[in-house]
């Protein structure tokens, strides 16, 4: 602990909370359910054979054919939706091959690693977009210094050394996404590139190839982009072959449309590197992600119920998912489109609370010119929105095929508020029916999330300005390593030893050389980090500065000291 100088100015304002509009009173529960026709149920029957399209933006960069990739034979689980709208947790195959036998010839079957260098293979694991690990020394989060317990007797100018960092939370998540973004499986029998993509990273978590939602299999794939070196998440339909091409232009809308609760979609190509005819949406990649599926029932949902017969995930969190939900149907809709696609294997949680809309435009390019109009796929986005909601609150995702009985049990662990909404969702098809009038149902919630979410954000900023006090340092860290020691300068090999930049030496040699009277190095991280934050301020507090011959002995201030510094510097990056 010591003392540093802080002001710290604390507002608060509270936003005024608008009545609650009424919620339509002529609703009633047997009211008769919208079951619009699948817009996929003739799409097979349109697949011709048409020539590969590749975005004429970017330069394609095919490679040669590579043998079909099957993880639902082979290496990992296939679709990361479950089949029939229940998923049911896989046991992972027995490995028996070590990765130092493994074949590198391509033609055969490729036998996956032990479960312990294969998250793919553990059915508990059930990360949508789960990091993959090779066989390497992970981060060793446990040797971070633990938060001490909280002290009340600092004064207002005095911090504790954890005060300058992040918390321990934030930082390990920050870090295993980082190293999740960044990992790599190699020896797969999968393509080197796809089109401008390349180091393809699997990433579903099940075997079986579920056709429900898209009525194609289709994979997931995390990889690299040769353009402009970022991330993507890459869904491949499988079997699919382009009919027209209009079709895929409707991928230009859907990049135009921006909102904080969907997964924005950059481009789509068709492509025959996997083996077969296969088109290819590019998203943005979103690491540790999992699926609403997984969340709320996969092996180890997140909510369960204390007792047989209760609700297990509370009404806030419930709310917070159609506050966002809606908010993303509000500018879909908007912009002329529909989603077509709220099901909770396609809606990736990101982080705590945190949900994005996943899939979007595909079902558009999928289901091109099979009829309907755009009123009833945005009527159909209320239903599917209305059924989630009910499936989440029963805890079943079967719930909404017996829609009595769901609305008795929401009605008897629910507040009548959220029963009504689902009920008005799940409702008749009607010219009043819209996003905008669900927005005005659910206002004094949004406002609620709206302040969570300032509350958040606040605490963000807040770990955020610790990380200033880093920043400064770093800088110093760095103009002094640039300095000191340096083995020659314009000539001169005693340039770092001589004038201003042997005050500087001594000055290292004071903040990070000290002994004590034993002769033991002493390693305080206080009182490097007060002296460093005293240069950067250039205080006027005077340091005694001494020789390691202790011949010499300087008094001089901080400001002094970091004159120095800057003149050195300055020398170091004139240009000539």
């Not at 479950?82 to 070590?98: K, Y």
């Not at 918390?167 to 790599?184: C, G, V």
């Not at 159609?322 to 909770?344: F, N, V, Y």
Request: proline content about 7%; some cysteine; hydrophobic content about 35%.
């Amino acid at each position: 602990m010591f003392n540093h100088d802080a002001n710290k100015q604390q507002t608060s304002q509270q936003s005024p909370v608008p009545s609650r509009p009424e919620t339509p009173k002529k609703l009633k529960i047997d009211s008769p359910m919208f079951q619009p026709a699948s817009p996929l149920k003739s799409t097979a029957s349109l697949a011709r054979d048409a020539p590969v399209f590749v975005p004429k933006t970017q330069q394609s960069s095919m490679v040669a054919l590579a043998p079909e990739f099957k993880p639902g034979q082979d290496f990992i689980g296939g679709a990361d939706s479950a089949t029939s709208f229940a998923a049911s947790s896989v046991p992972a195959p027995e490995f028996t091959q070590q990765m130092s036998q493994m074949s590198m010839d391509p033609s055969q079957v490729y036998s996956a690693p032990p479960d312990n260098m294969n998250p793919y293979a553990n059915p508990s694991a059930s990360m949508y977009y789960q990091p993959s690990m090779q066989p390497y020394q992970p981060l060793q989060y446990h040797l971070y210094a633990a938060q001490p317990p909280h002290r009340s007797d600092l004064l207002p100018y005095q911090r504790t050394i954890h005060g300058f960092f992040l918390s321990d939370n934030i930082r390990e998540e920050l870090q295993r996404k980082s190293a999740a973004t960044l990992q790599t499986i190699g020896d797969l029998n999968l393509p080197r590139s796809v089109h401008v993509y390349h180091s393809l990273v699997p990433l579903d978590t099940k075997r079986e190839k579920d056709t429900r939602v898209f009525g194609y299999p289709s994979w997931v794939y995390k990889a690299f982009s040769g353009t402009t070196g970022k991330t993507y998440a890459l869904r491949r339909i499988e079997g699919f072959r382009l009919v027209k091409e209009q079709a895929i232009g409707l991928i230009e809308q859907w990049r135009r449309v921006t909102n904080a609760s969907i997964v924005t979609v950059h481009e789509a190509f068709t492509t025959k590197a996997f083996g077969d005819n296969s088109i290819v949406f590019a998203y943005d990649f979103h690491p540790l992600s999992t699926t609403l599926y997984d969340t709320h029932f996969g092996p180890s949902p997140r909510y369960v119920a204390k007792y047989e017969g209760q609700a297990a995930v509370p009404e806030k969190v419930i709310w917070s998912y159609i506050t966002q939900i809606t908010s993303a149907l509000r500018t879909i809709h908007a912009a002329g489109l529909a989603a077509r696609c709220i099901d909770p294997t396609k809606i990736l949680m990101t982080s705590k609370m945190r949900i994005r809309l996943n899939c979007l435009g595909i079902v558009d390019v999928l289901a091109y010119d099979t009829g309907g109009t755009l009123e009833e796929w945005q009527q159909d986005d209320l239903l599917q929105l209305g059924r989630l909601i009910v499936s989440i609150a029963c805890g079943s995702p079967l719930a909404a095929n017996d829609f009595p009985s769901a609305v008795d049990f929401i009605s008897r662990h629910y507040s009548v508020e959220l029963k009504d909404i689902i009920v008005y969702l799940i409702s008749k098809p009607s010219p009043t029916k819209t996003i905008s009038e669900i927005v005005t149902l659910i206002a004094d919630h949004t406002i609620q999330d709206f302040n969570s979410a300032l509350h958040f954000n606040d605490n963000i900023e807040a770990a955020l300005a610790r990380e200033l006090e880093n920043g400064r340092i770093a800088r110093l860290l760095t103009k002094l390593g640039f300095i000191n020691e340096r083995p020659e300068y314009d000539h001169d090999p005693q340039w770092s030893e001589t004038g201003d930049r042997y005050l500087i030496k001594l000055f290292r040699d004071y903040v990070f050389h000290q002994v004590d009277e034993q002769g033991n190095p002493v390693v305080d991280m206080a009182h490097v980090l007060s002296c460093l934050n005293k240069l950067d301020v250039g205080s006027d507090e005077k340091v005694m500065l001494v020789s390691r011959d202790e011949q010499s002995c300087l008094v001089l201030s901080y400001r002094e000291i970091k004159s120095c510094i800057e003149v050195a510097f300055s020398q170091l990056s004139k240009k000539r």
